[in-house]
């Protein structure tokens, strides 16, 4: 039973730094690619950011090109997001998601088998 857990959220002023975190377990992470989505109040979930099983390719949705930074540690089995120069858009829930391997277009959520429960990201001044 493949399991994704997210922390790391919280309550930030604009222009400030969060780091979320998925931890995976059930399977090996090594081999699978991962992603970031969310989803603001009202709005249709949403891509964020992918990285490929081998760490070596990462996509982002151009609403947070560089401002995010998605990275994994293999040997932890984490998925992390450094989060930077936030802004009030970006309040959501964020989600961790995988495939059963890989997936051939980032964006789609259809191709995203298991998922976290999620993690809230609020900011406001």
């Known amino acids: 039973q493949v399991q994704l857990v997210e922390s790391g959220g919280g309550l930030v002023q604009p222009g400030g730094s969060l780091r979320l975190s998925c931890v995976a377990s059930g399977r090996t992470f090594s081999r699978y690619d991962m992603g970031w989505f969310r989803q603001a109040p009202g709005k249709e979930r949403e891509f964020v950011a992918h990285?490929?099983?081998?760490?070596?390719?990462?996509s982002y949705a151009d609403s947070v090109k560089g401002r995010f930074t998605i990275s994994r540690d293999i040997a932890k089995n984490t998925m992390y997001l450094q989060m930077s120069s936030l802004k009030f858009e970006d309040t959501a829930v964020y989600y961790c998601a995988a495939p059963r391997t890989y997936v051939t277009s980032p964006p789609n959520e259809d191709e995203y088998t298991y998922w976290g429960q999620g993690t809230q990201v609020t900011v406001s001044s």
């Open positions: 990285i490929r099983w081998n760490g070596g390719t990462t």
